[in-house]
């Protein structure tokens, strides 16, 4: 079996041919694909009093409202998209995307 790139795959419409509604609207959103968005992935949160947050410091174990394994939220812009795992790559942090938020659902 031969190693396939996207390059082997030409851009077709639902019926084989060429979409071409699908090529005039992405190219008028072209302008659009290099505005920066703000992404954040959210391993949990914790809700506690003032007086409980002036008594952490260093060593203070924050606990979070998930459980070891669940899936952590992905935001673009302070909305929810997208669901993930966290990974490591090389020696960083990453997030594997295991469920996309559809927009309607992401107003939570």
């Known amino acids: 079996m ?11 419409g ?5 979409d071409d509604e699908g090529d005039k ?5 072209a ?10 992935a959210v391993l949990g949160k914790s809700y506690m009093s003032v007086s ?7 060593g203070s174990v924050l606990e979070l409202d998930r459980k070891v394994g669940e899936a952590i939220d992905i935001y673009v812009n302070n909305r ?7 990974v490591v790559v090389d020696d960083r942090l990453g997030v594997t995307m295991t469920e996309i938020i559809k927009s309607e ?4």
């Open 2 to 12: 031969a190693d396939l790139g996207l390059e082997d795959f030409e851009d077709t």
């Open 14 to 18: 639902p019926h084989g041919g060429h």
């Open 25 to 29: 609207a992405a190219a008028d959103l």
């Open 31 to 40: 302008p659009v694909f290099d505005v920066p968005v703000n992404i954040s």
């Open 52 to 58: 409980q947050l002036l008594k952490l410091g260093a």
């Open 80 to 86: 929810l998209v997208a669901r993930g795992e966290v």
């Open 105 to 108: 659902d992401s107003n939570s």
